[in-house]
């Protein structure tokens, strides 16, 4: 569509810059995570790392949408729909919001389901696998650089206590 190394993408919440490496990659600034319970929004008192609602510990954040994120040691093994469901529609969240669940391989690898908020299950969620490396990188359980196993394939996530970026395969789909 471009003969450009660097493109910028409008979406419906802001400008993303996308750089296409040569190896074709794709590296977009997704931009700064926000923890700000009024920016997600969350309604909840106070801000913190790790919250505990509706039966399970979990990150929140923004990442240009609100996200949860719940880490399981499988993601397989438990009704991730039915813990999903329960928090879009909780009042807590009165945008609903994004669900993650992150399986922790090691500091570098991550396995992730998200069940997207008025969608369900998607085969793959750039905001999604941000907000799960941000927030196992704030727990200290994972480095700045991690590597993402989706359903639908693999994307690579880097966070510098600043800003996130999100990199994967570029691909003609269409």
């Known amino acids: 569509l471009t003969n450009n190394n ?13 750089t296409i490496n040569q190896d074709n990659f794709v ?11 009024s920016d997600i929004p969350f ?10 609602l509706e039966g399970q510990k979990m990150g929140v954040l923004s990442i240009r949408n609100p996200h949860a994120v719940i880490i399981l040691e499988d993601i ?3 009704d991730i729909d039915t813990i999903a469901t329960k928090l879009q529609n909780s009042d807590y ?10 399986q922790i391989l090691d500091r570098n690898a991550i396995n992730l ?10 085969l793959a969620c750039g905001s999604g696998a941000c907000a799960a490396v941000v927030h196992g ?7 700045d650089k991690v590597e993402v196993h989706l359903k639908g394939g693999k994307a690579f996530v880097e966070y510098n206590n600043d800003m996130v970026y999100l990199s994967g ?3 003609f789909v269409y």
Do not use: C, W
């Not at 969240?93 to 992150?102: A, D, I, L, Y």
């Open 113 to 122: 389901r998200v069940i997207e908020r008025g969608v369900g299950e998607t």
């Open 6 to 18: 660097t493109i910028t993408v409008e979406t419906n919440s802001g400008n993303l810059i996308l």
């Open 93 to 102: 969240f009165p945008e609903s919001v994004n669900v993650g669940f992150m």
């Open 27 to 37: 590296r977009v600034e997704m931009g700064k995570p926000s923890f700000n319970p």
């Open 76 to 78: 397989d093994g438990e």
């Open 43 to 52: 309604n909840i008192h106070s801000q913190a790392i790790e919250y505990s």
């Open 137 to 143: 990188i704030q727990l200290g359980l994972l480095e």
């Open 169 to 171: 395969p570029g691909e």
